[in-house]
């Protein structure tokens, strides 16, 4: 079985940061991409950021181009989205999720963002 558990959620104001962790833990095989989604209240869960491990190429939305940035430990199985210039919009639920061989992906449990003054 393998468990996502995500931390670094919270309460910020506009302009701040925080940086999210996700770390993998379990009988994980390779892992191919991870990435980093949210959902507002109401609206769908859609993909913010994801790193491809095999040369660490990465992809972001457009709302948060030049404002976050996905990284990874390979070692510790572990995924980060370090997250600047935050938003009201920003506000949701953060999501991990790693792709691995097999075709097989998992979710982490979530970590509520909130930007608020």
């Known amino acids: 079985q393998v468990h996502l558990v995500e931390s670094g959620g919270g309460l910020v104001q506009p302009g701040g940061s925080l940086r999210l962790s996700c770390a993998a833990s379990?009988?994980?095989?390779?892992?191919?991409?991870m990435g980093w989604y949210h959902q507002a209240p109401g609206k769908q869960r859609e993909l913010v950021a994801s790193i491809i491990t095999a040369g660490g190429s990465t992809n972001y939305a457009d709302s948060v181009k030049g404002r976050f940035t996905i990284s990874r430990d390979g070692a510790k199985n572990t995924v980060y989205l370090q997250m600047a210039s935050l938003k009201f919009e920003d506000t949701a639920v953060y999501y991990c999720?790693?792709?691995?061989?097999?075709?097989?992906?998992?979710w982490g449990q979530g970590t509520q963002v909130t930007v608020s003054s």
């Open positions: 999720r790693f792709w691995t061989t097999g075709a097989k992906a998992y």
């Open positions: 379990g009988s994980i095989l390779s892992i191919n991409a």
